[in-house]
């Protein structure tokens, strides 16, 4: 096999199994070329993937000597989204009762979407994570998308239990911004015992959800790793119960009689 045809095949193999480990005799059976020609491949493809800010290849020695994709994009790039972002969610015409935000089209956007994932990967790109865990509804496609880049599964926690699931654990919690009291319920098959964990949500306001959540993969000895957040009510804080999260977007000053609104840089942007 030619070079440019390799390090097509090789490109291709990274981006689809990202944070995945593959040892060197793989590529040289699949790829039928020697041990230095991989070598030298995956330098111009690490090169490359890093000149284009989209992550990089982390390589191992050794008997178990190996390399995996890192997907982590560099910080202007970053920036440079959730800025464009900050911009579509300032039009005052998506302001909803009680000073949420019509969002609905941008988590309908894949391409949006996935760049969403790809920001949140980069932020969690060193955390040892095993899976992605949402709430129903509006937090799963963002789910999927960070699941994709960090290469893990998706576990969705539900208000209510479904019979296709099997038993399941359920806890009630206490709304953050309603303090309505609430359920929560997750299928035992679902997560495994002791599992690193990735929480994932479209909005915050008190954190009251993102509570109910931790509280519930307790039940499950669950450790969660990180809290990922699209956007996050600024007029809540002096109320919010979460403190180590990661949010994209800050929205402060929802002046409903005005129809105007201020949209900030989250704490993700330093």
Do not use: W
């Not at 981006?15 to 491949?41: G, M, W």
């Not at 309603?178 to 690193?196: C, D, H, N, W």
């Amino acid at each position: 096999m030619k070079r440019s045809n390799r390090l097509v095949a090789l490109t291709n193999f990274f981006l689809e199994n990202p944070r995945t480990h593959t040892q060197f005799p793989y590529f040289v059976s699949q790829l039928a070329t020697t041990k230095a020609s991989i070598s030298e491949d995956m330098d111009i493809i690490d090169a490359v993937f890093r000149s284009e800010g989209i992550g990089y290849l982390q390589r191992t020695t050794g008997a178990g000597g190996g390399v995996k994709f890192i997907p982590a994009c560099v910080d202007e790039k970053n920036k440079r989204f959730v800025e464009a972002l900050r911009q579509k969610l300032k039009d005052p015409v998506r302001i909803l009762p009680g000073g949420y935000l019509y969002m609905s089209d941008l988590l309908g956007d894949p391409k949006t979407v996935r760049e969403i994932g790809r920001v949140f990967a980069s932020a969690f790109a060193k955390k040892d994570i095993d899976v992605v865990v949402t709430v129903a509804t509006k937090g799963i496609p963002l789910a999927y998308a960070v699941a994709s880049f960090l290469n893990v599964p998706v576990v969705i926690v539900r208000r209510d239990p479904k019979v296709t699931e099997g038993s399941s654990v359920s806890i009630n919690y206490v709304s953050g911004s309603s303090r309505k009291i609430q359920t929560m319920v997750l299928p035992k098959r679902s997560l495994s015992e002791g599992a690193k964990v990735c929480i994932i949500d479209d909005f915050m306001k008190a954190g009251g959800t993102i509570t109910g959540m931790i509280n519930l993969l307790e039940e499950f000895h669950a450790t969660v790793q990180a809290i990922g957040v699209l956007a996050e009510a600024d007029d809540e804080e002096e109320e919010r119960v979460i403190n180590d999260y990661t949010s994209l977007i800050k929205i402060s000053n929802v002046d409903m009689k005005k129809k105007a609104i201020d949209v900030h840089f989250g704490n993700f942007i330093k």
